[in-house]
């Protein structure tokens, strides 16, 4: 049973325009929410994070919002520029972290020149 | 000088032998962990350690042992090597359980001949 799910597998975006990745959960327990990139051959590069007691977090290009209500959180990369092709992971934990983190099975973000 | 680095990043084997992976974090960083990432690119979480001690243990078949000689080192022994344990082999750490990023290394990929 996925509890972390990423259902678009792929996503082409111009250079320049924004990048809109969504991420859904079913675990109502989960309280932290990151996002990943990863590269071919290489581990996941963590990129921004976010508490489940806001609804928006912003680091340069990248702003992460949560939607608690809708148990939907999305990754907005303005503008997009071509090192941002990659493969992107939404990833959730509960309180204590334990359970280590759930992942998405990612998207595949393509920026077209 | 990297963060997370495991050793080695290929390993290729025959079914019935028994392999390690090594782990290594210089971050200073307390909690580590092991996760596979299956040939559906799901990564899922196997064990975590904290403080030298295992604190999550996923169903993950017992011929999967974590080994922490120090805080910095969190080895990972598989016995009996089956085809189904071909993966990717990823390890990370972070400050603490609960709300902090994990900081992966670059994986090990293993295949069972």
């Known amino acids: 049973d996925q509890q972390v799910k990423q259902n678009s597998p792929s996503l082409s975006v111009q250079e320049g325009r924004i990048s809109i990745l969504n991420c859904d959960y079913t675990?109502?327990?989960?309280?932290?929410f990151l996002w990943y990139k990863k590269y071919p051959a290489e581990g996941p590069t963590f990129l921004i994070s976010?508490?489940?007691?806001?609804d928006k977090n912003e680091d340069g290009r990248f702003t992460v919002f949560l939607n608690k209500s809708a148990k939907h959180l999305s990754l907005h990369i303005v503008p997009s520029q071509p090192g941002d092709s990659a493969v992107y992971f939404c990833?959730?934990?509960?309180?204590?972290?334990?359970?280590?983190?759930?992942f998405g099975k990612g998207t595949h973000l393509i920026i077209q020149p | 000088d990297t963060a997370v680095s495991q050793t080695p990043k290929y390993l290729v084997t025959q079914m019935g032998n028994d392999k390690s992976i090594k782990c290594e974090q210089n971050?200073?960083?307390?909690?580590m962990y092991w996760y596979k990432q299956d040939s559906k690119k799901f990564l899922k979480i196997m064990f975590s350690?904290?403080?030298?001690?295992?604190?999550i243990n996923e169903t993950v078949p017992n011929r999967f042992s974590p080994k922490s000689p120090d805080k910095a080192h969190l080895n990972l022994h598989i016995n009996s090597l089956e085809l189904g344990d071909s993966a990717v082999y990823f390890c990370?750490?972070?400050?603490?359980?609960?709300?902090?990023?994990?900081?992966f290394g670059d994986g090990t990929r293993l295949s069972i001949l």
């Open positions: 675990n109502s327990m989960f309280d932290y």
């Open positions: 990833a959730a934990s509960a309180p204590g972290g334990a359970d280590g983190l759930t």
């Open positions: 971050l200073g960083h307390d909690t």
């Open positions: 976010i508490s489940s007691i806001k």
């Open positions: 350690y904290n403080n030298k001690e295992l604190i």
């Open positions: 990370a750490s972070s400050h603490a359980t609960g709300a902090q990023p994990q900081h």
